[in-house]
Nanobody
Framework: QVQLVESGGGLVQAGGSLRLSCAAS????????MGWFRQNPGKQREFVAS????????YYSDSVKGRFTISRDNAMNTVYLQMNSLKPEDTAVYYC???????????????????WGQGTQVTVSS
């Protein structure tokens, strides 16, 4: 069983930056493909980015491409989401997710993942 804990959310002005972290425990982190999703009340959970277990494939939604960067540190059992040039429409609860291994594809659907964190709020003011 894998436990995921997100941190790093907060309030930031438009154009600013935040770095989210997701610390994993209870499994072999290096064997998990990791994803970031976000959700607003009354809306479906939206794919943001994913990184393959091997670290050799990164995928982004069109809405964040060029502004967000996903990375992982297997020694620290942590995946990161660096968010730059933030916009008010980036406001959401951000969730970290994990699935074992995976092929070289984006895994951009919620049901692709087995484990989820509790989420961290990101609010971007205009």
């Amino acid at each position: 069983q894998v436990q995921l804990v997100e941190s790093g959310g907060g309030l930031v002005q438009a154009g600013g930056s935040l770095r989210l972290s997701c610390a994993a425990s209870g499994g072999t982190f290096s064997s998990y493909t990791m994803g970031w999703f976000r959700q607003n009340p009354g809306k479906q959970r939206e794919f943001v980015a994913s990184i393959r277990w091997s670290g050799d494939r990164l995928y982004y939604s069109d809405s964040v491409k060029g502004r967000f960067t996903i990375s992982r540190d297997n020694a620290m059992n942590t995946v990161y989401l660096q968010m730059n040039s933030l916009k008010p429409e980036d406001t959401a609860v951000y969730y970290c997710a994990a699935r074992p291994y995976g092929l070289a594809r984006s895994y951009d659907r919620s049901n692709d993942y087995n484990y989820w964190g509790q989420g961290t709020q990101v609010t971007v003011s205009s």
